[in-house]
């Protein structure tokens, strides 16, 4: 999709539809109310038939408005003008845009921007059209041999505004959805076509296209000789080799430290000897979810040229049972010394983590941010709204939780105390891998904790927010919004 931001009055615009928001009851919005004056008040009779009441999702064309150049007008239901606020904002546009897909308008200027929604300006508005317009228009059939999603007509989304957004804004959103899609892409293809050596072929594509992206795929004797023996535990009961990719963005000076992004890239997690049962085991292809939004945060940043440079680090393995695999009980040494008792190797995404964090140590990172579905826990405790956050870092925590904020992108931090360390005891080792069913996304984090003492760090917990269950099951590219949007802050303000 074409985007472009339009400030021209509204009864010179031509266009094949002109998409605008309808509130119920009273309207208050100035487009509505300029709207009817210029048709000379045949806007409101329409509305008056009743076909349509502006209660939220609801959708209504109209033709051939008098007074106007638009062809048609689509009429957009924002529920009560009191209670719209940021998600309305988000779902109008997700309406309109799928409204819009399923019609003959090969050409559209969306009004909504022109709403007030809280202090939001602009650049929120025309980023978050954007993001929502890509995001409700976003299909992956792939792997469906009759094209299921018929083509769309509609080529070009113009968002209408009084007043328009900073220069970059535009191309920094539509670089922020095009990281989404490919991180959606990437997480929603199954583990038999994405496995660790389908995401190490996906850097180089990567590298091949963006000058500022270097890449280095260290193999298994790669990662036996450097001794990381916690990844080794997991991947080695795979058939397929596991893979540590290491992607370099240089946006910025040469010698300005990095950010280091590190994801879990479990391309499926069968749970290993202490096997999952079978309902919803095919949810596990998402399992390498942090792993894509490390992928598309970095596409995002290279498309938007930011100037700062990103260490993308992705710990990518398949977790199995089979005579290779490990037991529980097993005892491995880490790349950082330190010795674990891998007491369920189901808990697998913190033993291919911790050595991917003790790795990136060699970059001198400024910042270190991992994402992982980590614990099903996290689930639990804060269902699919938000994301978990925790670190040793308050600043760090905050620049993030700001971040999320900004992009609807939401999450939440747990505490991350001394006290949940005593769990992670072992008798045979310097640590379990498992803490017990108490605070699980927490003990996760705590066993993460021994391996990042060195630098600033942070753990987002995504394991109810990459993707969707049920009927529209499905990855969502998150949290790659909220980390173009804190890596965006960084850039802007290196300290
Ligand atoms: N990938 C899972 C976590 C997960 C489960 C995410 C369900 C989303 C939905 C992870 O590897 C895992 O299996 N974690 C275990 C840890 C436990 C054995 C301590 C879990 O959450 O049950
Ligand atoms: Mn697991
Ligand atoms: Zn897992």
Known sequence: MEFKTVTTALERIKTSCLVIGLYQGTQTDTVFTSLDTVTGGWLSKQIKRGDITGAKGQTLYLYDPPGLKAERLLLIGCGDAAAFGERGYIEANQTAARTLSGGGAKQAVNTLPALSVGQRDA?????????????????????????????????????????????????RAVATAHGVAFARDLANRPGNVCHPTYLAKQAKALKKRFDSIELDVLDEAAMEKLGMGAFLAVSKGSAQPGKLIVMQYRGGEKNAKPIALVGKGVTFDTGGISIKPAAQMDEMKFDMGGAASVFGTLLACAEAKLELNIVGVIAAAENMPGGRASRPGDIVKTLSGQSVEILNTDAEGRLVLCDALTYVER?????????????????????????????????????????????????????????????????????????????????????????????????????????????????????????????????????
């Open 363 to 495: 970059f001198e990172p400024s910042a270190v941010v991992d994402m992982a579905t980590l614990t099903g826990a996290c689930i639990v405790a804060l269902g699919h709204e938000v994301s978990a956050i925790l670190g040793n870092h308050p600043p760090l925590i905050d620049a993030l939780k700001h971040a999320g904020q900004e992009t609807f992108d939401r999450i939440w931090e747990l505490p991350l105390l001394d006290e949940y360390q005593d769990q992670l005891k072992s008798n045979f080792a310097d640590m379990a891998n498992i803490g017990g069913r108490a605070g699980g996304t927490i003990t996760a984090a705590c066993f993460l904790s021994r391996f990042t003492r060195k630098y600033n760090w942070a753990h987002l917990d995504i394991a109810g927010t990459a993707w969707v269950s049920g009927d529209k099951k499905g990855a969502t590219g998150r949290p790659v919004p909220l980390l173009v949007e804190y890596l965006t802050h960084c850039a802007a303000d290196p300290s």
């Open 123 to 171: 650049d929120w508005k025309t980023t978050q059209a954007v993001l929502a317009a890509e995001y409700a228009l976003y299909t992956f059939d792939e792997f469906k041999t009759a094209s299921a999603s018929p083509k769309q007509a509609l080529k070009r989304l113009d968002l209408w505004m009084p007043e328009a957004p900073a220069a970059t804004t535009l191309a």
